[in-house]
């Protein structure tokens, strides 16, 4: 079965950096996009970033635009998420997110069917 599994959380202040990371530890599989999403306390899950596998698309949510980037490493089939200029509200638990099929909304969660145990990311002012 396909594992993912996130690294590089942890506690930054304001205006720092952080950068994450998705492996999948387990069986190889054909993958059309990964994700970041994440999750603050008492609020749903939310859109941080998607990449597509093969074409390098990317989006990203308004509110991580132009800080955070989105990158792959088709090679060691690993997923990344650098996090600049980080703020309070970035406080969060952060999931990648894989699917092997076409999603029509990679911004809903409920699109991937591939998730990781997140990852703890807290920005302290």
């Known amino acids: 079965q396909v594992q993912l599994v996130e690294s590089g959380g942890g506690l930054v202040q304001a205006g720092g950096s952080l950068r994450l990371s998705c492996a999948n530890s387990g069986r190889a599989f054909s993958t059309y996009a990964m994700g970041w999403f994440r999750q603050a306390p008492g609020k749903e899950r939310e859109f941080a970033a998607v990449?597509?596998?093969?074409?390098?698309?990317?989006d990203y949510a308004d509110s991580v635009k132009g800080r955070f980037t989105i990158s792959r490493d088709n090679a060691k089939n690993t997923l990344y998420l650098q996090m600049n200029s980080l703020k309070p509200e970035d406080t969060a638990v952060y999931y990648c997110a894989a699917t092997s099929n076409y999603i029509p909304d990679y911004r809903l969660w409920s699109s991937y069917d591939n998730w990781g145990q997140g990852t703890q990311v807290t920005v302290s002012s």
């Open positions: 990449i597509s596998w093969r074409s390098g698309f990317t």
